[in-house]
């Protein structure tokens, strides 16, 4: 079945740092893949998202393209800052069969110090 | 354009009981889909519905279930309540097609007790 893996976190970064995280993926189709943000006591945000390969997606200063030949939608952003502060989840929907259905990453949280 | 809306926001129930929840999309949108969220599992999907028909379910036992009325809000129902029940359930609305966004709800915090 389909599956994202994540990196493991939890991450700290000093404000200014650069920042990737990583995302790889397993699906039997040919998926659309996103990023989604959660902050505290809230519902996911969509924070990008590509549908096909070599698409980048991009949104708030954060890069993640889809590269189809390494299964992969590394996140990445040159400069956080510490209202950056949340949790990102790796996620992608899978065209086999006439769904939405996302299939998410365990989700990595990341903190920003001033 | 207002988002999607989940009620409540909170609830405590006790084991055996049984739960219902409400979610409300974003207006126009056809599909609703559920998710359960916790620390131990992450987030894993429940079921979607699209046009009042259940269309895809996730790996969760029959006491978990759901519905979506002529306007497209939905309700979700867990009968007979365990403790591993506790969650964040979440609710997301898009048009349904597998390339489109799901927008979500804040959720729905349960409380088993």
């Known amino acids: 079945g389909d599956s994202v893996t994540q990196m493991e976190g939890p991450v700290t970064l000093s404000e200014e740092a650069f920042l990737t995280i990583n995302c790889t993926y397993t699906a039997t189709g040919y998926p659309s893949l996103f990023w989604y943000v959660q902050y505290p006591g809230e519902g996911l945000q969509l924070l990008l998202k590509?549908?096909?390969?070599?698409d980048k997606g991009s949104n708030k200063g954060f890069e993640a393209t889809y590269r189809k030949e390494t299964t992969s939608f590394h996140l990445e952003k040159g400069s956080v800052q510490v209202s950056d502060s949340a949790v990102y989840f790796c996620a992608l929907s899978d065209q086999t069969g006439a769904n939405s259905k996302l299939t998410f990453g365990k989700g990595i949280t990341l903190s920003v110090r001033p | 354009k207002a988002g999607v809306t989940q009620t409540p926001r909170y609830l405590i129930k006790t084991r055996g009981q049984q739960v219902t929840l409400s979610c409300s999309p974003i207006s126009g949108h056809r599909s609703v889909s559920w998710y359960q969220q916790t620390p131990g599992q992450g987030l894993q999907f429940l079921f979607e519905?699209?046009?009042?028909?259940?269309?895809n379910k996730g790996n969760f036992p029959g006491r978990f279930s759901g519905r979506q009325f002529s306007n497209s809000r939905s309700e979700m129902n867990v009968s007979t309540l365990e403790l591993g029940d506790s969650a964040l359930y979440l609710c997301?609305?898009?048009?349904?097609?597998?390339?489109?966004?799901?927008?979500f709800g804040p959720g729905t915090r349960l409380t088993v007790l």
């Open positions: 590509a549908t096909k390969a070599d």
């Open positions: 997301a609305s898009s048009t349904g097609r597998y390339t489109d966004t799901q927008y």
């Open positions: 519905y699209f046009s009042e028909t259940q269309r």
